[in-house]
């Protein structure tokens, strides 16, 4: 269902510069890279991103990642939404922030085989999801024409439990590498 909708995000979004119409779009780039992310542990879990900017403000960004431990698998996905601007006297760096939603899947099975079949069923599986807020910089290593590469930092916090009495938080922290095209 994911890969559907954002396939269906994708096409959407270029159609009208497929079709050759004249509609006046806002600028679009698209970016590939790769990220670790790292839950408050000491290491990171390597992740893919997939970030699309539209005008000279918004953007959209989803990172994937999860991990096989025996028979245990996570599997993890950070869809991010907002703002980001050029910083004052730096012009290559962005400062970001805005919303993010976590969908988080940790289950445990019987064998640390995967069948052909993807019949195996977890004997114990946890799904939670989660809203919070991203805070983030950019680098913009590289411009040539249309293509883009860039780092970045990312931080998303999160309000865990009983965060309103507590004031706890849970946290993913992602550095990331990209290149795009802009269109």
């Known amino acids: 269902m994911k890969r559907c909708t954002l396939g269906a995000y994708l096409i959407i979004a270029l159609l009208p510069w497929a079709s050759g119409n004249a509609v006046a779009l806002p600028?679009?780039?698209?970016?590939?890279?790769?990220?670790?992310?790292?839950?408050?542990?000491?290491?990171?879990?390597?992740?893919?991103?997939?970030?699309?900017?539209?005008?000279?403000?918004?953007?959209?960004?989803?990172?994937?990642?999860?991990?096989?431990?025996?028979?245990?698998?996570?599997?993890?996905?950070?869809?991010?939404?907002?703002?980001?601007?050029?910083?004052?006297?730096?012009?290559?760096?962005?400062?970001?922030?805005?919303?993010?939603?976590?969908?988080?899947?940790?289950?445990?099975?019987?064998?640390?085989?995967?069948?052909a079949d993807n019949t195996d069923q977890p004997k114990i599986s946890e799904h939670n999801f989660n809203i919070g807020g991203m805070l983030g910089l950019r680098l913009n290593l590289m411009q040539k024409s249309r293509y883009t590469a860039n780092l970045g930092w990312e931080s998303h916090l999160f309000l865990a439990g009983s965060a309103a009495i507590y004031l706890v938080t849970g946290v993913k922290q992602a550095w990331y590498a990209s290149v795009g095209v802009s269109i």
Do not use: C, W
């Open 27 to 115: 600028s679009q780039s698209y970016e590939l890279g790769v990220a670790g992310v790292s839950g408050g542990d000491d290491h990171a879990d390597p992740a893919g991103l997939v970030r699309v900017a539209i005008g000279s403000s918004h953007y959209g960004q989803m990172l994937l990642y999860g991990a096989d431990f025996g028979p245990v698998r996570a599997r993890n996905v950070l869809i991010s939404g907002g703002f980001h601007h050029a910083l004052k006297g730096l012009d290559r760096v962005e400062m970001q922030f805005g919303l993010t939603l976590m969908d988080e899947y940790i289950g445990i099975y019987n064998s640390t085989r995967k069948r």
